[in-house]
Structure formats: C-alpha cells, structure tokens
C-alpha cells in the first residue's frame, strides 16, 4: 500500500471507532466492547503500524504523588448539575482539563502510561470507599494494581469485545462497580447536601465519549 492508501485506511478506522462513540453516547453503552476491539485494531494492527512512528500521542501531566491513597482516574473527571434531582457525570478528562498535555512517543503512551492505579486499600479490605489508616495496613503506592492503555483495551477486548468470558480479570471486575471511584463525591447545593454514597447524587448516562480519541 502506498503512504496515502495507508493514511486513507487509517482515516476509515478512526471513522468507524467515532461512530462507535456516537453509539456510545446515545444509551448503547456495550458497544463499549466492540469499540476496544476496533481501538486495538487501529492502534497495533497491520498498516496502521506504520504511521503511529512519526505521530506523539497525547496524556495528562498529572500531579498524583506517592502520598496519594486514593484511586487514581486519570482519563476521567467529574461534574456535577443542580438539576431535579442533582446528579454526577463521569467525562472524559479532556478537551476540558485543568493539568496541562503531554505528548508521548507510542510504546509509552500504549504501554507505560498508567491510566488507573487503585487504591492503597488491599484487596480484601471491608469498605470500598476507605483506605486503612494504619500504614502498614496499606498497600505500597509501586505495588498497587494499575492499568496502562494496553492493558485496558486488551483485557476488554479479550473478555468482554472479541467473545464473551466467564472468567473476568478481578480488577476490570471491580471498575463495573458502582462504588469503583473510590471515593466519595459530595456537592452543596442551595444549602443541602447530595452525595454518591448515599444515592443522593446520582451519576448521569456518560457522554462525550468521542471527545476522548485525543
């Protein structure tokens, strides 16, 4: 194939995940899974190879630390409208992100790029959404179970996109949690307060998952 044969291929790809991502943000959430495996396919697969070499690929320059307990989310923020009743919104941290972007060559965006790192609660600890106080209850923030993209999109596409598995890795098990943001999210409005621990804050259909093709 000639370089605009293979910049016209790739260009088809990327159309085909858009749609998927329309899909997505009316209802049709497992398509989801189809969409991993076409992420897959057009990030590592045949002619689209070839491209990715001159291309930097864009992640947030956050500032988690060591010190950090909590979850970290790194492609996702939040938001929340007073509406009737109030609720939570999961988006995708960009194009609307406080930290600044950096562009990465591919292997480290794909491979070591770390998109979600759990918290130092170990695995059987009772409550979701604590963390021990105790340090040596913890576990060490280089040893907690994390994710990259690679590891994501394929987990997902193995188990839940390319066929349907009855084993399902532990920690994409607990992400389809409702209670996987380890965290609380609380907000005051008028002077009355709506949290997710309770159900008063409730969390919206997502939307906007095409803007996160970054």
Known sequence: MTDEELAQHARQSLQTIRDFCAL??????????????????????????????????????????????LNEHKLINFRVYSSEPPSLECRPAFPDTPFPVKLLKFREWWDRDVIFRASAAPPDWKNPITVPLQKAEQVPYHERNRLTRRTFVEQTRNKFG?????DVPELLDQLQRKESLGMVIAANINGTIFNTADGTLAKAPPVGSGDAMG
């Open 162 to 166: 390319a066929h349907l598995d009855r």
């Open 24 to 69: 997505y943000d009316k209802g049709s959430h497992y398509i989801a899974f189809t969409l991993a495996t076409e992420i897959q396919k057009f990030l590592t697969a045949g002619s689209n190879v070839r491209l990715r070499g001159s291309k930097r690929f864009p992640t947030l320059h956050d500032d988690y630390t060591e010190r950090n307990l």
